[in-house]
């Protein structure tokens, strides 16, 4: 952990621009987190108020590396129009393999106050967004969820999307129930051991497993319109690592008996080892096209039948989820036989 001055200086919001006293209440609530950090599992105990950091190296206001429309989501994400997508720099991981290293882990972007945030919400949704997406939301979610309260009472009306690691606070998702609408986690290992040595993570296994029941509890199942637009529901995403590490049998088992067999699942080819695992052994190569056609077969045994698979290439090129339309797994199963 990094005790130190946070790089922008940073204060805690006012919070007066909230109309509801019930939200209002609510986002206080959620910023007391903050005071000794356990927004997040790894529970640093730092005071972001008083510009002491944490692991994710974070003050209280968030910092965004960009926003814009995206279309490489899951088609019932990026849908027609985009996905009106917010990446947001810093995490509470740190992935030997992340692609995003520069947003992830150098943290480049520019702070923003909630107010800021729901304008850039409405902006999105005024340019055709099919939804906000918060791209790593998991150690901002005080300010994330003040930004949502004040784009909500401004007339936000699409869906929220929650896009996070997987590595959450139950404590902070109970406060975020009713405020998103679509939970889209990754459940990335079901071995701690591996999910310490690879993303830094204690106890990855527990928590992200109780995080997306929780996700479940609020959200139900992916419920999607007559467009095949996603409206509410769960999502789980699972990224296939080269040599087993992600452990994706025994996380396809847990999603099987403890989720159930209507969960959407997004099983992910698209592993490059780059950042650090260009240079670790088991990590430095992308799957392999028999690792591929094993998480298949996994889905397949498991009877996960609803969700996105992408498409494998031996150069690791044109990882693409089908186009918007091209239907559930069950369909493009169908559709390749
Ligand atoms: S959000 Fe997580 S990583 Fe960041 S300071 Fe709080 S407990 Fe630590």
């Not at 849908?79 to 992830?104: E, H, K, M, W, Y």
Request: hydrophobic share 35%; glycine share 8%; net charge negative.
């Amino acid at each position: 952990m990094c005790r130190g001055r946070p790089m922008v200086p940073d204060s805690m919001p006012d919070l007066d621009g909230i109309r509801d006293p019930g939200s209002r209440s609510l986002v206080e609530r959620a910023y007391a987190f903050l005071d000794a950090c356990v927004v997040c599992p790894r529970e640093c105990g730092v005071n972001r108020k008083e510009g002491e950091l944490g692991t994710c190296r974070t003050g209280v206001l968030p910092k965004i590396s960009a926003y814009n429309l995206h279309f490489g989501e899951e088609p019932p994400i990026s849908g027609t129009r985009g996905s009106g997508t917010v990446f947001f720099a810093a995490c509470n991981l740190s992935c030997d393999f992340c692609q995003n290293f520069p947003i992830s882990q150098m943290d480049y972007g520019r702070g923003v106050t909630p107010s800021r945030l729901a304008a850039i919400y409405l902006e999105l949704e005024a340019r055709g967004a099919h939804n906000i997406n918060l791209v790593t939301p998991s150690h901002i979610v005080p300010p994330i969820l003040h930004s949502l309260v004040l784009a909500r009472e401004a007339g936000l009306r699409i869906p929220v999307v929650y896009n996070s690691n997987g590595y959450d606070s139950v404590a902070m998702l109970r406060l975020l129930e009713g405020w998103i609408d679509i939970y889209l986690p990754d459940m990335k290992y079901s071995s701690d051991v591996w999910a310490r040595k690879v993303s830094k993570a204690e106890g990855y296994v527990f928590y992200n497993r109780a995080a997306v029941e929780e996700m479940l509890r609020q959200v139900g199942p992916l419920v999607l319109d007559r467009e095949g637009i996603a409206r509410r529901g769960l999502i789980v995403r699972h990224l296939i690592m080269p040599n087993g590490l992600g452990g994706w049998e025994k996380t396809a088992g847990f999603i099987h008996g403890s989720l159930g067999e209507a969960t959407a699942v997004s099983l992910m080819a698209q592993y490059f080892p780059t950042n650090r695992a260009a240079k670790k052994p088991l990590l430095d190569r992308p799957i392999t096209r028999k690792e591929y056609e094993d998480a298949l077969e996994t889905l397949f045994q498991e009877n996960l039948m609803e969700g996105y698979v992408q498409e494998f290439s031996s150069e690791c090129e044109d990882m693409a989820f089908p186009e918007p339309g091209d239907g559930t797994l069950a369909e493009q199963e169908t559709r390749s036989a």
